[in-house]
């Protein structure tokens, strides 16, 4: 049924309280992160992923089609999502010296915020 109740025009999309009409829809912690790896340890962030993901083809490659195999590569990408975050350079806001909200003190918000 493509119409409305008895008119037979086109439904039109309900109206959703507080959704602003032109937004990206990402937040600005994922806007940061570029910046903060190449601010971090770049080198160690990339050891470590592809530390990670060796690991993982090689539980995928030993525990083949058992139950323990998708837990295992689970806790190996939980386990790099938890210790990466010491490789990432601080957010703007709390970098040394700058103690506004980002986007003042002479930080510029990347060009997904703007």
Do not use: K, N
Request: aromatic share 4%; net charge positive; hydrophobic share 40%.
């Amino acid at each position: 049924m493509t119409g409305g109740p008895m008119t037979g025009g086109p439904r039109s999309a309900p109206e959703i309280p507080g959704a602003r009409a032109g937004g990206t829809g990402v937040s600005r912690d994922v806007c940061y992160l570029p910046g903060r790896i190449w601010r971090g340890r770049p080198l160690r962030l990339l050891a470590r992923a592809l530390a990670t993901c060796l690991l993982a083809l090689a539980v995928l490659h030993l525990v083949a089609g058992q139950p323990a195999a998708p837990a295992l590569v689970t806790g190996l990408i939980t386990w790099f999502l938890v210790t990466a975050r010491a490789d990432l350079a601080p957010p703007p806001a709390r970098l040394p010296g700058r103690g506004g909200p980002a986007g003042q003190d002479g930080v510029r918000p990347p060009s997904c915020m703007r």
